[in-house]
């Protein structure tokens, strides 16, 4: 009997100090998951001033979703930055035609396509996903419904937009260059000589203190486009994506490549299945280029992603696509690896 009841002890024993080890583990697993610092991530040279912003709403412990929502309006409503909101190319027509969306950590997000005389539709999308039962509004309603809840109309092609859609139009020869954003975004040398044939999208995705993602995408599309014509950069799951399980993926580029694979969402899963942000993007751009390998050399499509841990990344097909990261530690501008220099 003294032996049976020493067994038992020991056994208890060994049973709570195996319980004890195994919640002391979880308890490590689960800090190593915590995110150690606000972060904030977007394309382009320009990201940088729109990381600015969307950090004095992170450096107070605010929502990601109200910082990427304030960062990106710095170049939506910069004239100078010609692929984006007020001063964007227009249309072949000459209309400035504006998409956005915006996604937070509950996969609540809000779309607005082909939107006219609004100069910051990123916050119309935010509207639409806070006010409507919808995700996506477009062309004349998503006017209609920015104007109901007290936006103003304003003309957004400036004189010098203006002249470049005017000076297109002798030949109208339609020839989209692979970097934009390189050659249309310089406040030192304006109006800018070259390169207004293409765009570049402003993307960003922030991690607050919370743990929580979110994302926001913004563009006047392709400078020259025919009416109507929508990119990426407005759909859920091409141009951009949140899943706050996993993390948070934005594109930028020629929009028809990346709607043709799903290229935010494709990114996202790929780091649920345990990629990098950086390997994920890569793994994107490669499926455009079997796609069509002849194309894939002639444009640009750049993917940046953000995962839970605050990890990011980015790749490119061509040599030129930069990203902006800011956090608490660091403030900087990188050049992306790309396939093809």
């Known amino acids: 009997m003294s032996t049976r009841r020493k067994f ?21 697993r ?26 004095t709403v992170l ?27 007020y001063g964007g190319i227009p249309d072949r027509d000459g209309r400035v035609t504006l998409d956005a969306c915006i996604m937070d950590d509950q996969y609540n997000c809000g779309s607005v396509m082909c939107l006219e005389y609004i100069k910051h539709p990123i916050k119309v999308a935010r509207l639409v996903m806070d006010k409507t039962p919808h995700i996506i509004l477009a062309g004349e309603g998503a006017l209609r419904f920015a104007l109901a809840n007290g936006f103003q109309k304003e003309n957004l092609l400036t004189p010098e937009s203006e002249k470049y859609w005017r000076d297109w139009m002798k030949t109208s ?3 989209p260059v692979k970097n934009i954003e390189n050659q249309l975004y310089d406040k030192t040398n304006d109006p800018m000589p070259g390169g207004k044939d293409n765009h570049d999208t402003i993307g960003m995705l922030a991690l607050d203190a919370s743990g929580k993602l979110s994302g926001a995408c913004t563009t ?53 299945q345990g ?26 499509v750049g993917f940046l992603a953000l995962n839970k841990n605050g990890e990011y990344g980015a790749y490119a097909l061509q040599q030129g696509f930069t990203f902006a990261v800011k956090s608490a530690s660091e403030e900087k501008l990188i050049s992306a690896t790309s396939v093809y220099k």
Not at 8 to 28: C, D, K, R, Y
Not at 30 to 55: E, H, L, M, Q, Y
Not at 59 to 85: C, F, I, M, W
Request: charged share 20%; proline share 4%.
């Open 173 to 175: 020869n339609y020839s």
């Open 8 to 28: 038992l002890a020991q056994s208890l024993t060994a049973s709570a100090g195996i319980f004890a080890t195994n919640e002391l583990l979880a308890s490590v």
């Open 220 to 272: 006047s599309g392709l400078a020259y486009k025919m009416q109507g014509r929508v990119g990426d950069s407005p759909i859920i799951g091409a141009g951009l994506y949140v899943d706050n399980e996993v993390g948070a993926a934005t594109a930028t580029g020629v929009g028809e490549e990346v709607i043709r694979i799903v290229g935010a969402h494709l990114i996202v899963e790929l780091m649920r």
């Open 30 to 55: 689960a800090d190593s998951s915590k995110p150690a610092k606000p972060i904030v991530v977007s394309t382009w040279d320009f990201g940088k001033a729109a990381n600015a912003a969307a950090w």
């Open 59 to 85: 450096e107070k412990n605010g929502r990601a979703l109200d910082a990427v929502e304030t960062g990106v309006q710095v170049p939506e409503g910069d004239p100078l930055v010609r692929s984006v909101g």
């Open 275 to 300: 990629r990098s942000p950086q390997a994920a993007c890569k793994e994107a751009v490669e499926r455009i280029i079997k796609r069509n390998p002849a194309k894939a050399k002639d444009i640009q």
